[in-house]
């Protein structure tokens, strides 16, 4: 499911993010903890937390603050329609802004990482420290092909050609293609994803993506996948900590190329690369443990 809460801010003429915080309101973090902004990965909403926020460790520790990027979830932007992941990291400082938080750690999965690693480079007086998981700061480049990660632009590509016409006779019609539901669930959550957690994301992308509003949403989050920048250049600037995790399992960025980015991270204070044995893409979700472990590590050393 996507957030049930939602806070308006000022970027691109307003725009509503969910989100979900694990204070006992939902609404009012406990500034005697820190906070980590947690981003998630394609076309998932906060629900892709579930297990960080049910770890009673994690949340003892830190508040957490999952944030849906544009394009996902209860997320929604009125009168722009076209945005970027630059575009998401200023809407997720300012949810911060919104929410009384001055710092923070950002996790992210996926394109969540992205995100992260833009909210560090925007506000660096304001990001603690990154936790980076199953992703990439090269765009899917010719070089990023080479090194045995994939080419999503004969995968999407086709869908947002479809995406890009209204759904004729009435607009209001259209529903998210099942195959590209059952694509989500496979490449993120791994070979051995349960049935129970194909059901689960195919309903939520059915209710995030309906209507032509849910058209729009869907095709610009794509167009930002396909034709987003890469970071390689710029992430010598960041200086907070960086922990990167990458599974054996992942089938969209492979761990080999997923070290050798890390070492561009030449100025932050730290820098950890880890491989997760078994985990799948989403590793937050397929290997808990191992996250909450090395979240924990990079919150208590680099809180103060």
Not at 31 to 54: E, G, H, W
Not at 57 to 62: A, E, I, K, N
Request: charged share 20%; aromatic share 8%; glycine share 8%.
């Amino acid at each position: 499911m996507a957030a049930t809460t939602t806070v308006t801010v000022p970027h691109l003429g307003g725009i509503r993010a969910g989100y979900w915080l694990s204070s006992p309101d939902g609404k009012t973090p406990d500034p005697s903890k820190p906070t980590c902004v947690l981003i998630n990965s394609m076309c998932t909403t906060v629900s892709l937390y579930r297990d960080q926020f049910a770890n009673k460790q994690l949340t003892h520790g830190m508040n957490l603050l999952a944030i849906e990027p544009l394009g996902h979830g209860a997320t929604s932007c009125h009168p722009a329609e076209h945005f970027t992941y630059w575009d998401s990291a200023i809407m997720a400082l300012q949810v911060m802004d919104k929410l009384g938080i001055d710092k923070a750690f950002a996790l992210g999965t996926s394109q969540g990482g992205w995100v992260a690693v833009r909210m560090a480079l925007l506000a660096p007086e304001r990001i603690r420290g990154l936790m980076l998981l199953g992703t990439s700061i090269d765009y899917e480049s010719s070089v990023s092909r080479t090194k045995a990660c994939w080419d999503p632009t004969p995968i999407i590509a086709p869908f947002i050609q479809t995406w890009s016409t209204p759904t004729s006779p009435n607009p209001e019609d259209f529903l998210i293609d099942e195959v590209w539901c059952g694509m989500v669930s496979t490449l993120g959550f791994g070979l051995n994803v349960t049935t129970e957690t194909i059901e689960f994301w195919k309903q939520t992308l059915r209710d995030v993506y309906k209507g032509d509003e849910g058209r729009k949403k869907v095709r610009m989050a794509t167009m930002n996948l396909l034709q987003r920048d890469g970071l390689g250049l710029r992430v010598r600037d960041v200086k907070c900590p960086v922990y990167w995790l990458q599974g054996t399992e992942d089938t969209v960025y492979s761990k080999e190329y997923a070290q050798e980015q890390s070492k561009l991270f030449i100025s932050s204070v730290e820098v950890k690369f880890s491989v997760v044995e078994g985990g799948a893409h989403y590793l937050n979700v397929t290997t808990p443990m191992e996250v909450a472990e090395a979240l924990l590590e990079l919150v208590s050393k680099y809180k103060q």
